[in-house]
């Protein structure tokens, strides 16, 4: 294992194909993790709410968190902020964008499920952004404090009447009518060994990440922020597309916002936890602006109206498509 670690880190070739072999992988155990989660979750009779609102979006998180949580414990805290703040930006830019413009028809979000997310979701940006810009690190005690925020935020869930609907998805109700003959022994077994191959090909997307910021002569954090925070995504990304095209545009826009506050307080909090999160102003000065800036933005588009257009999801895109272009601009890969 040593040895294929060696030829990584000698070889850009080697990495580039490491970390897409990787993506590929990740996304494949990510995919059947959300399944057998969901599954276990029922045999188990927990409540509908509760798998709904936070196991799934957990468990579409989780690719976020190994990566964040191995990066940090490797001694690369570039890559473990980077990529939560990248990956938020890549949820709103990317995945919400995509969910507005393949949509049927324009897409109803509960207002008060707007303002108690949303804002809940500014708030915690503003905040992890002023636990980093004085001293340049997220601390222990300030990664502890953003889970508590989280639990705070569960809390606050069932307190709202707006969340007091079961919101599974369709094939999701239906998967358990259809796997009632599936054991729960094969459920727990999917479940263990797609989070083992998640916690695995992360060590690989951390490495490998290093070698191409290190190659390319740019900041880790940067690969973290676009390539890194694009492949622990795609789980996000891919059922936002596919809510969309079923016509459950509002469960996607639910979910994205939940996973974004738990890429915040969970991912990077769990992982400063593990380890201090130290990163120069350059990089705190770029990716925390402009993560807030796109959350604020889609906050205002969908606060009016209290719908996902189109034309919206045109303009998300379009932010996101700055922000890869404000990347190079401001950190240009020097061969």
Known sequence: MQIFHSYIQDSLPLAWLVIIISFVILFKCADIFVDSAVAVAQDFKIPKIFIGLVLVSLATSTPELAVSMVAAFKGAPKIALGNAVGSVICNEGLALSLVGMLAA??????????????IFLIIISILTYAFVFFDQTLNRMEGLSLIVLFAAYVYFL??????????LPGDLEKQEDQEKDVSLKKHLCLFTVSLIGIIFVSDYIVLSATVIARSFHISESIIAMTL???????????????AARKGEGELAVGNILGSDIINICWVAGAAAV???LVLSQRDISFMFPVMIIIVVSMFCMLSRGNRLTRLKGIILLSLYLAYLAACVYFFPPTL
Not at 158 to 167: I, L
């Open 274 to 276: 593990a380890n201090d």
């Open 228 to 242: 890194v925070a694009f492949g622990t995504s795609v789980p996000e990304v891919a059922t936002s597309i596919t």
């Open 105 to 118: 028809s324009s897409i109803a979000v509960v207002p008060s499920v707007l303002r108690g997310s949303g």
């Open 158 to 167: 069932f307190k709202q009447k707006a969340y007091q609907e079961p919101v």
